[in-house]
């Protein structure tokens, strides 16, 4: 078992949380894990993707080769497209529909046509299920439990992990991001 | 799972640190921040790491540990190596009584930095020991073992890091926590006082101690070695290079290589002669400035035979950038992997880094390009920071950003030497770092520049690292140096204010002499 994987999005968008919840899942089940992030300049609203790698054997690149990811998990629709390049060739991408327009943005339809273009990658309306939710920052969670119904490993660990990790913010908080969760599980 | 950082940290405080001593700088800040918060967790261990106010300092001031008979740790990125290669040259002379380990994290691909310098070069440049690690495992080993191999040698020991080991988790297995040394003062100080006559006979004894550094190297477990009978062609892979080597050779389509990877410096002699013994072709795949490819050549001289090498130097390998899995399948002749078609190159656009909406700086930037508006004769020599993102539109509002703390004396010594308006802008976070020593020379020199200090009270590009001084602190070391008190200015950037800060700016602009304007706003995200 091997899967690449790419997260990517723009500074801010809490990429590197659900980056780690992953790699720390898997690494308790016991595969070998490595998960690179970016820290420092690109993180005041540049583009950042954090590589996470898991595998039954060894795994020796903190990066992953262009070709071989698996999955590109994109908070944001155009920061996937920037890594279309990394997918093997039964990659997916699937994409949150929300855009970041603090630059020279191109034309929205491109973005999301250009997405779909790439076999088998899906477009979620996270605007309208974190609208739901009553929560504007739950993009991130929800594709995570898409990427999680996409792999179909991890989804028992992730939710005890949600419940862990949120534990110190609050109950209400805790029940949001487990509805996120669920609601990216159940609408890919 | 620990970032590399996190790995480098816990193995200082396994074996047995006193105090780590750092400056913020991608791709080394996370390092300190472990320390600090394991120290904050577990007051009784007694591990003081506080930021220290430059590179130089904190590296003197892990020496006074060692020198004391304790064992500390210095850390902070590549370029922070040149603040401190002053006390770090001299301490190869001095040696190290208490373990010193030196952890400079590099940025080649600078994602994050002003160049792509090569810490093993440091190193070499010393003569002292060098490990390099590659995964979080690693990290956490070596470092532990770096304080051993100080101690052993009486030596300050180099551990180089990368930007994608700093930041790649790993899951890391801790062995057991060595205690504190306890203090004790050296009984001759002859070699801590690097006078002439005293220097000469430690710069000998680190000469002498070379062989024992090769020994070291030579059987140390990391330097793996592995001759494939038949194979004709060999690699020798270092750093991260081993990893991308590694990564290609397990779908290499069947192609097979004899291969070492070198993991410690001094190199592993022995095994370097071991593996050219069997090859006609070597290749060398280094991250960083090539190293090994320009000492190999001695190597390959001794066997007599005709070795092709091929790596940066030849141009078969990057010389620029990172390495990764892709080049080296390049350099081993392997096919690219497929990928799906790219089909998106000319919908994507590039998102550079940009400054948090609502960020004090942009106001300074406003009022300054105000000020400045429909002066031909004016540089605005700034510094490294957030504020160096001023060079972009909107604000277009600085020209030069060469190291900390530059921007002082370039912009004096421009002021002095003719400029009409010669400014300097820098955070004061860089001013306390380089800053005060230029200021205080531009003070006394009477020199017409105006230094605009953004004061945001943190250390903010690193991620909001403590700044030493701030505030009236920072007013009074200014004033302290001697600036006339009608010359420091302080001003609040808010919107509103853009016209009285622009004309607070331009008065001291026109006048004649030294002056500072301090914008004082907290950083948005330290709120």
New interface residues.
């Given amino acids: 078992m091997k899967l690449d994987i790419i997260f990517a999005g723009v500074g801010g968008q809490g990429i590197v949380s659900i980056a780690s919840m992953l790699a720390f899942a898997a690494s308790e089940k016991g595969f070998a894990v490595k998960q690179n992030e970016v820290h420092g300049m690109a993180q005041r609203g540049g583009s950042v993707a954090c590589h996470v790698r898991i595998s039954d054997k060894s795994v020796w690149a903190g990066i992953i080769p262009k070709g071989s990811a698996d999955f590109i998990l994109s908070i944001e629709p155009m920061e996937g497209l920037r890594y279309a390049g990394y997918l093997s060739p039964s990659g997916i991408i699937i994409s949150g529909n929300q855009p970041v327009k603090n630059i020279d943005y191109p034309d929205e339809n491109r973005v999301i046509s250009a997405i779909k273009k790439h076999e088998g990658s899906v477009v979620i309306d996270t605007a309208a299920l974190a609208d739901k939710l009553k929560n504007t920052k739950a993009a991130n969670i929800i594709l995570l439990g898409a990427l999680i119904k996409k792999i179909g490993l991890f989804g028992p660990e992730m939710e005890s992990l949600i419940k862990k990790r949120f534990a110190s913010k609050g109950e209400s908080v805790v029940d949001i991001n487990l509805k996120a969760f669920n609601a990216g599980m159940s609408n890919i | 799972?620990l970032?590399g950082d996190e790995a480098v940290a816990f193995g200082a405080i396994h074996a047995g640190i006193s105090a780590a001593y750092a400056y913020p700088g991608?791709?080394a800040?996370?390092i300190q921040e472990a320390v600090q918060k394991y120290s904050a967790l577990h007051p009784d261990a007694k591990i003081k790491a506080d930021w220290s106010i430059n590179e130089k300092v904190a590296y003197e001031e892990a020496l006074g540990c060692s020198l004391i008979g304790l064992r500390s740790m210095v850390s902070f990125k590549h370029v922070g190596l040149n603040v401190a290669a002053d006390p770090f040259m001299s301490s190869m002379i001095t040696g190290a009584n208490g373990g010193l380990a030196v952890v400079p994290c590099d940025d080649p691909g600078m994602?994050?930095s002003q160049n792509e310098q090569d810490s093993r070069f440091y190193a070499f440049f010393a003569q002292i020991p060098c490990l390099e690690p590659i995964?979080a495992q690693e990290a956490y080993d070596m470092t532990r073992e770096a304080f051993d191999i100080s101690e052993r040698f009486k030596i300050p020991v180099m551990v180089r890091s990368v930007a994608?080991?700093s930041?790649?988790?790993?899951?890391v297995r801790f062995s057991g926590e060595q205690k504190q040394n306890k203090l004790k003062i050296p009984e001759n100080f002859t070699g801590w006082n690097v006078l002439p006559s005293n220097a000469r006979a430690q710069y000998d004894s680190l000469l002498s101690k070379q062989a024992d550094f090769i020994k070291w190297s030579n059987s140390h477990p990391a330097n793996r070695i592995h001759i494939e009978k038949g194979a004709a062609t060999g690699v020798i892979a270092t750093g991260?290079g081993f990893?991308?080597f590694?990564?290609a050779a397990?779908s290499s389509g069947g192609a097979s290589y004899s291969y070492l990877r070198v993991a410690t410096y001094p190199v592993p002699e022995q095994k370097i002669r071991e593996l050219l013994k069997n090859v006609s072709t070597l290749i060398v795949i280094e991250e960083g400035n090539p190293l090994i490819e320009r000492l190999i050549w001695k190597y390959i001289a001794e066997t007599g035979k005709k070795i092709a090498v091929k790596g940066k130097l030849s141009g078969d390998l990057p010389s620029a950038g990172e390495l990764?899995?892709?080049s080296v399948?390049v350099v081993l002749g392997l096919a690219?992997?497929?990928?799906?078609a790219?089909?998106?190159s000319d919908?994507?656009?590039?998102?550079?880094?940009?400054?948090?909406k609502g960020c004090p700086h942009a106001d300074t930037f406003y009022a300054l390009n105000k000020a400045l508006a429909g002066k031909t004769e004016k540089v605005v020599f700034s510094d490294i920071g957030?504020y160096t993102?001023g060079f972009y539109p909107p604000f277009k509002a600085i020209d030069s950003c060469v190291c900390m703390g530059a921007s002082v004396g370039m912009a004096k010594a421009a002021s002095e030497n003719g400029l009409k308006y010669s400014v300097a802008v820098l955070g004061e976070s860089t001013f306390n770092h380089s800053g005060i020593t230029p200021m205080l020379e531009g003070i006394k020199r009477k020199s017409p520049f105006t230094v605009i200090i953004l004061d945001n009270s943190t250390t903010a590009?690193?991620?909001g690292q403590d700044t030493i001084c701030i505030g009236e602190d920072l007013e009074k070391v200014v004033l302290g140096l001697g600036l006339e008190k009608e010359h420091l200015r302080v001003v609040n950037p808010i919107p509103k204010n853009l016209d009285e800060n622009a004309a607070a700016i331009l008065q001291e602009l026109e006048y004649e002499g030294p002056s500072v304007v301090i914008a004082r706003r907290e950083c948005l995200q330290i709120r």
């Fill in positions: 799972m970032l991608t791709p800040t996370e994602h994050s995964d994608r080991l930041h790649t988790r790993g899951k991260l990893n991308y590694m990564e397990s990764n899995t892709e399948r690219a992997l497929k990928s799906s790219a089909v998106s919908i994507v656009r590039g998102r550079p880094p940009q400054l948090c957030c993102l590009m690193t991620g």
